[in-house]
């Protein structure tokens, strides 16, 4: 199968990475190093609802919670008291919503499968958080814009995501063999992305960016 334009920065130099034993086809952006598969191998949106119903993340659940923490502390120590943030793809139990309404934020959410009322995109936020959100992204550099321009200046865009490390795990490295994982990102990449965007970035901790709009 042909390499494709990347779906994170749009440019054409990429190759093959891996043809898995299911026949999906991902592809290396050799600029911002970001792998993704081939559209063909995208779930259908029934489909990809079904295995959201399977998750179990509950929002009492003190493992998920201190999981979330890994952001949530950072991210309360950046913004100031009483901001309005969005969780954006926040699923069936938005936990870190909750969370950061517990500290005296004003919170919405949105998630296309979960909490779909396009309002919540019609605001902006004084920050936008995406716990492994960003990797289900079918159009990633469309959807990092449309999160920036959410911001207000001085915003905070703060991901979550398993970071891409070694290819020769790649084939086997069990976030990939998540079906609705369709993208995959690097430290370099989010670099690449926040300069595309006009933004700043500061990788937080392993698996944890903060993109940052100017004043």
């Known amino acids: 199968m042909a390499a494709l334009d990347c779906r994170v920065c749009g440019c054409d130099d990429t190759r093959v990475l891996l043809v898995d034993r299911d026949g999906r086809t991902y592809h290396r952006c050799e600029v911002c190093k970001a792998s993704f598969l081939h559209p063909a191998g995208f779930l259908t949106v029934e489909a990809e609802l079904a295995h ?38 926040c699923g069936p139990a ?14 919405s ?3 296309p499968f979960f909490a779909a009322d396009a309002s919540a995109l019609s605001e902006t936020y004084d920050f936008v958080t995406c ?26 865009l703060a991901v979550m995501t398993i970071f891409q490390t070694d290819d020769t795990l790649f084939e ?10 369709v993208v995959f990102y690097r430290e370099h990449t989010f670099r690449l992305l926040a300069a595309r965007l006009g933004m700043t970035c500061e990788i937080i901790a392993r698996d944890v960016v903060f993109l940052s709009r100017p004043d």
């Open 52 to 89: 959201y119903l399977t998750h179990e993340n509950d929002v009492n659940d003190h493992g998920y919670r201190a999981y979330l923490a890994k952001l949530a502390d950072p991210l309360l120590a950046r913004i100031q008291p009483g901001s309005a943030g969005l969780d954006f793809g």
């Open 94 to 107: 938005p936990a870190l919503a909750v969370m950061l309404r517990a500290k005296g934020h004003k919170m």
């Open 109 to 111: 959410t949105y998630d």
């Open 131 to 156: 716990t492994e959100t960003v990797e289900h992204f079918h159009n990633p550099y469309e959807e990092f814009d449309r999160l920036s321009r959410l911001l207000r200046p001085g915003g905070l």
């Open 172 to 181: 086997n490295w069990r976030y990939r063999h998540d079906p609705t994982h």
